[in-house]
């Protein structure tokens, strides 16, 4: 073995990182056949790069071969096996998730978004802007808000919108107390 | 107990009711999750409190493991998700390069390889040692890479992302791995070779 012999001191120039990446992709078996072959002749006739390359090699086979793993209390298993007795194994996500509700939604929010965007282009008088700087508002103090939210369509919007979100409270709501129902009965 | 069933089969017949053969899957990877989760935090109560967590919410979500990727890469999922939970909940710090924490832990732990040079004159105990001198996300990567059997493709699905990503992070994790070796623990590296 050849630890640090090679040290990164001796050799600091602009390629270096770029050895390393090309020797560890080698080492790994993450290169092309092309530049594998690149490789093993750079190794065969280059002496810095067969160098840092049996100093990888050493580095590596120091890991794959003295890496240990640490133990717990020798109570470990037990310990777990007692707590998952509580437990019952929750149903499959996608036993519970319908895919077409998911759908139905996000299909429901892009037609509204695009309907309010109709809407609001469609209330612009486009014949009276010459210039891009008449269709933005000189003073945001100037435009009548009320004239926006009395309108039907935005009323409907936000009713739509508030009952949407109280529909997913309740979903919450009902998910956290079916988990704690699960908690006690288990 | 050894059952001499495969991960999968063993989680069928846990689906089906067979609750106790869990306590092998349990024995197979808690090692290895237990040595993450000591990645994370140097205590080890903190650390089998976490990985038995692991454990319990690989259960509870079992019926969701549907087979597409190795057992051992859904859970290590999980470890990973945890161990970022429970740090956020504990408010622990994560070794960090920066941290001056980890610099007094090298100083120790050379110093006391020094002292007890004879007793620890092992590659393996060199290698052990130089890893608990790297940060958590450098470890965590080395760990999962060669111990824990899995491909540049499968860490990044573990940590959530990119396998370039997980190759450049694994580049430097074992060049800073070597550096500290070469810090701490050159004197040892010749005596080991003598």
Redesign the interface.
Known sequence: ?T??KY??QEDSGAGQPDM??RL??YI?G?SSAEERGFVEKLIESNQQWKLRYQ??LD??Q????????????LR??K???E???K?????????YIDKKIIWGIAIFFFTMIFGFLVYMLGQIDWSAATGSEKIIPQNLKNIEWSKYFNNTYTNIFLMVNTILGLMLLDMYLGKKKKQLNQRHSG | MNTGLDDSEIIGKVLRGESQLYAELVKRYQNFVFTITLRYTTQREDAEEIAQDVFIKAYRNLADFRGESKFSTWLYTIVNTTCITFLRKKKLDIHSLDNEQVFEVADSVDSGFRANQIEQKSKVQMVNKAIQLLSADDAKVITLFYKGEQSLDEISKILGIDPNTVKVKLHRARARLKDKMQKHFAEEVKDVLN
């Open positions: 073995m630890y640090f040290s990164p390393e990446a560890w992709d790994d993450n100093e990888l580095v590596n120091l890991l794959a071969g003295s890496l240990e793993l640490d133990a717990p209390s470990f298993t310990n777990v096996m707590e998952i007795s437990y019952t194994i929750a149903p499959a996500t996608k036993s």
